[in-house]
């Protein structure tokens, strides 16, 4: 009887421990590989989630010119600094005023209010007021809108019931003209449309991904600088056992990458209060095939980097790009086609939308089915590229080794 | 050996050194030319339209087909029917759909006996944009449909045409957008985007420059080239760099301001000062990093950290008024969050000089940074007592 290491699957099994030995050292070795993985996982989603702790914007100040000055215009006046979003900072009394305070920063929007504007609502006509908004950042625009729009409705509705009033309806009639048709507005994930709660569900499994790449491309890197390879084949394979490299290689990365990913999707969010409403076995679920594709894909692009630096230099400014293609801010129906492929190469496309889904909109495994298919479909594709990766490089690094080194 | 001729001859050498390794061609020219076609490609028209809408329509009516119909004849919008709730649910927690709007059984017998229909809609708010404008437009939407209705209740009721506008509505609103009239997403976004990837591209490859020195041992010879002035090795790569990256900005902004015709209230001349000055101040900010910690990998690490966190850290998408107190003083360590206050001031507002001078003082400040560090950097490059990986 053979005994268990002679028979192929002994041997294979043998050769995946081996490597899997020889990358652990490597990594533990290389202090800054560690740093990598130890600073920037550990630190990043801490840090976004300080920056981001708030995340939303409220009382922007206004400056209002009132040159209506009629009770009505001081009642919206009144209405609006009452809003979340509106504060009334400065009453100025003509419009160049108001101007010079923009420019100056002290207030970020103008509610201008016509001298007609009283006549007007006296005449029972149209009575317009204006707003300028600062669009050097949009959440200045949209609370300057929204809190302007939701005085501007209560007081169409209180304005009208007054008119209709008048033309004789009573008052039970007059609401039911004003209000034909009710409506009720659910947010159900993001309530008041905060900031961080939809930056930060995308960017904590991108955090994973670009950790992954900067390390391992960093770890690639070296190896490259000191002569050796990364895809060093066992000795006594000649030339077989790509596969075996992979794995053995991808394990180590899998593991150190599965406590990162439960720290960076399970504790994070707990620890700042963030919503969790997905189960704990589909996220699991989810990170296990997110970290594998994430493996296969690092694997893969890291072939093209040949110094320890490298890494940073060359990839750096796909983080922003990345966090783009996820389509949570843009939304991904409107990508053009090109940019809509370019996205399919990235792991992190699929895996922050599922994430998403999963974790902060609660939704249950099925639905985020597309999204699993399509990183298992990455996961096979990177996983086939990897092994030719590791197949030529191999290859390459053979013929090299064996020719005569050339006279200086 | 002249100043000039010094550095002359760090020009020189930096030259050869970039003709064998294209790293930093790659690592600046090509990288810039990406991300500036990527930011100005991505967002399209910079307003995006035919977000898809999910309606459960369970009266179907007229009036409620009617309603469908003009909901998807809206730029935002474009409608897709569910035959049920929970199918539609599934779709918006997938983020396929953006919203759901749901018009309930009986609505056009409701509002015909004046009974006050509740239409429902429900938004996905973790796909921002998206979110709020389906919400915006499917707002509009239950607001037109009550003045139709409305408006045919006064016409039955007598009133005259002349009175409808201002009994229907009694106050509107004139918005207006300054520094961006279209509302045109892109171009926000590209205008701070491309300089912020400009900020990095600087810091890592100016870091990377000078750390490569210190890596492969070259650090003498440098110094060697020069007669041991670390001042004019550092200003002859310096000088070479900030010719290199401001073309490179200088070509973005002509592209963004000439080409694609952003918005620019002020005058261009303006615009490409600051892109010079936030070249020098970023280089400033390298040669600091790299002098306090003479180790190129180190070096290189926290120069990524410091300008990806720069990104969200200069407020020009989540304002800097609504960070944590204790982190709003941060955004002053980036010469990127001066340089969007120029922009704002130019470009938004068109001001004169007394209200931005100050940034550019403050940009120019940046500017002493590496004084700070340069013997130390020249101890380094002289003794190399460093770790080198």
């Known amino acids: 009887m053979k005994g268990i290491s002679e028979t192929y699957i002994g041997r294979w099994m043998g050769d995946v421990l081996r490597i899997f030995n020889l990358e652990l050292r490597n990594i533990l070795n290389d202090g800054g590989v560690m740093i990598i993985f130890v600073v920037a996982g550990f630190l990043y989603p801490i840090l976004y989630n300080f920056v981001y702790k708030n995340g939303i914007l409220e009382e922007t100040p206004i400056a209002v010119v009132d040159d209506a000055a009629c009770s009505d215009s001081r009642r919206m006046i009144r209405e609006m600094d009452a809003t979340r979003e509106m504060d009334i900072a400065w009453r100025c009394t003509d419009i160049e005023e108001a101007k010079t305070l923009l420019q100056q920063r002290k207030v970020n929007g103008i509610v201008y209010f016509p001298s007609d504007f009283g006549d007007r ?54 609401d039911a003209s004003v209000h034909t048709v009710r409506y009720e507005d ?42 050796r390879s990364f895809a060093t084949l066992p000795d006594i394979l000649t030339g077989k056992g790509v596969g075996r490299v992979i ?61 320890r630096e490298s890494a940073f230099l060359l990839f750096l400014f796909m983080s922003p790009v990345c966090v783009f293609l996820t389509g949570f801010s843009w939304p991904t129906t409107a990508f053009p086609g090109f940019w809509k492929l370019f996205s399919y190469l990235f792991p992190s496309t699929f895996g922050c939308q599922a994430f998403i889904n999963l974790n902060t909109a609660g939704a249950p495994l099925q639905v985020v089915a597309p999204q699993i298919r399509a990183l298992c479909i990455q996961g096979v594709v990177y996983y086939i590229l990897a092994c030719a990766a590791v197949y030529v490089e191999n290859f390459v690094y053979r013929k090299s080794r064996f020719r005569p080194v050339p006279p200086a | 050996m002249t100043f000039f001729n010094k550095i002359d001859k760090v020009i020189r050498r930096e030259i050869r050194i970039w003709a064998r390794r294209p790293i930093y061609f790659l690592g600046s020219v090509a990288v810039m030319s990406f991300c500036t076609v990527f930011y100005l490609t991505f967002l399209g028209q910079g307003v995006p339209s035919d977000l898809p809408i999910a309606v459960v329509d369970q009266d179907g009516s007229s009036t409620s087909r009617n309603f469908c ?63 709020s404008l389906a919400w915006k437009d499917i707002l509009t939407m239950v607001n037109l449909t009550a003045g139709a209705v409305q408006r045919e209740v006064l016409r039955l009721k007598g009133v ?38 400009l900020q990095m591209v600087v810091i890592i490859v100016l870091i990377y420059s000078l750390g490569a020195e210190l890596k492969y041992g070259t650090g003498r010879h440098l110094l060697d080239t020069v007669g041991n002035d670390i001042y004019a090795a550092v200003s002859g790569k310096v000088a070479l760099y900030t010719l290199l990256f401001t073309l490179i900005g200088w070509t973005v902004e002509l592209i963004l301001y000439k080409w694609m015709h952003f918005p620019l209230a002020g005058r261009l001349g303006q615009m490409l000062l600051a892109c010079l000055l936030l070249v020098l101040a970023s280089e400033s900010v390298a040669v600091f990093i790299i002098g306090c910690v003479p180790v190129c990998r180190f070096a290189l690490s926290i120069g990524a950290l410091y300008s990806v966190l720069g990104l969200s850290l200069t407020g020009f998408t989540l304002p800097v008024e609504a960070l944590p107190a204790g982190l709003r003083g941060l955004a002053m360590m980036y010469p990127l969050r001066q340089y969007y206050e120029l922009y704002v001031q130019v470009g938004i507002f068109g001001s004169d000089f007394g209200q931005w001078y100050v940034h550019i003082i403050a940009l120019l400040l940046f500017c002493f940074l590496p004084f700070l ?4 950097l020249g101890r380094a490059y002289t003794y190399m007592d460093y770790e080198r990986n």
Not at chain 1, 264 to 291: E, K, N, W, Y
């Open chain 2, 373 to 376: 560090v340069m013997g130390r």
């Open chain 1, 186 to 227: 659910v947010n159900p994930y993001n309530r008041a449309f905060s900031y961080s709660i939809f930056l930060i569900s995308a960017i904590l499994m991108l955090i994973i991904q670009q950790v992954m790449f900067y390390g391992m491309g960093m770890s690639v890197g070296t190896m490259r600088e000191e002569n």
């Open chain 1, 247 to 307: 794995i053995g290689r991808g394990a180590v990365y899998w593991l150190i990458f599965m406590v990162i990913g439960i720290y960076v999707c399970c504790i994070v969010p707990s620890m700042f209060g963030f919503p969790q409403r997905g189960r704990f076995q589909d996220i699991l679920l989810l990170l296990a095939l997110f970290v594998t594709v994430c493996i296969f894909f690092s694997m893969t692009w890291t072939t093209l980097v040949t110094r």
């Open chain 2, 69 to 131: 119909r003009q909901l998807d004849a809206t730029q935002l919008g474009k409608v897709i029917h569910y035959g049920s709730f929970s199918e539609a649910q599934a779709d918006l927690q997938g983020g396929r759909v953006t919203s759901i709007c749901v018009i309930p059984k009986g609505f056009d017998r409701d509002i015909r006996s004046q009974r006050q229909p509740t239409v429902s809609f429900y938004v996905n708010g973790l796909y921002f944009l998206g979110g």
């Open chain 1, 121 to 174: 609502l006296a005449a029972k006509e149209t009575a317009t007021f204006s707003i300028y908004a600062d669009m050097s950042s949009f959440l200045y625009y949209k609370n300057l809108l929204m809190g302007s729009e939701f005085v501007m409705l209560n007081e169409i509705n209180r304005i009208k019931i007054e008119r209709l009033s008048l033309e004789g309806l009573t008052d039970q009639e007059a």
């Open chain 2, 160 to 197: 005259p045409e002349s009175e409808m506008a201002g009994l229907l509505r009694p106050v509107d609103v004139d918005v207006h957008q300054i520094g961006n009239a279209t509302m045109n997403y892109g171009a926000y976004l590209a205008n701070m985007m491309i300089p912020g990837m």
